[in-house]
């Protein structure tokens, strides 16, 4: 039904749904999972290119945003570290797939941005995460 939230099952299976999603580009989608969806009609391919104005927005609010995920794995709990790290381990490449140099190096940043959300955590974070762990 178009009015009705999607159910949530296992948050281990959704997690490797939006992720199977960002290797063909798909990204997770608000709404939850939506398999099988088709889109109505085609959609034209636009010419990408980003003008040296875009390029310099996009890099600062990349910048910004690589920052803030550092920030919050510093006071965020043990386990939203593991997941992390569960996230990273999962985009690297399969058995049986193909080595991509952009899905590589994308595991290898995430993992470089959660070793410095370590530099910054504190005490108050460990402890609390102890309490809710």
């Not at 997690?15 to 088709?38: H, M, V, Y």
């Not at 920052?67 to 593991?82: F, H, K, S, T």
């Not at 399969?94 to 470089?112: E, F, K, N, V």
């Amino acid at each position: 039904m178009p009015g009705e939230k999607p159910s949530f099952a296992d948050p281990l299976q959704l997690r490797e749904q939006a992720l199977s999603r960002w290797d063909d580009e798909g990204g997770a989608l608000r709404d939850g999972p939506q398999e099988g969806a088709i889109p109505s009609e085609p959609r034209l391919v636009e010419d990408p290119r980003l003008t040296n104005a875009e390029l310099v927005q996009l890099r600062v609010r990349v910048i910004a945003l690589e920052n803030l995920v550092i920030a919050l794995l510093a006071e965020g709990p043990d386990r939203q570290i593991a997941v992390a790290r569960e996230m990273a381990a999962y985009i690297s490449p399969r058995p049986g797939c193909t080595h991509h140099p952009l899905t590589i190096h994308a595991a290898s940043h995430m993992i470089d941005l959660i070793e410095r959300a370590g530099c910054f955590r504190t005490e108050d974070a460990e402890e609390e995460a102890d309490r809710d762990g």
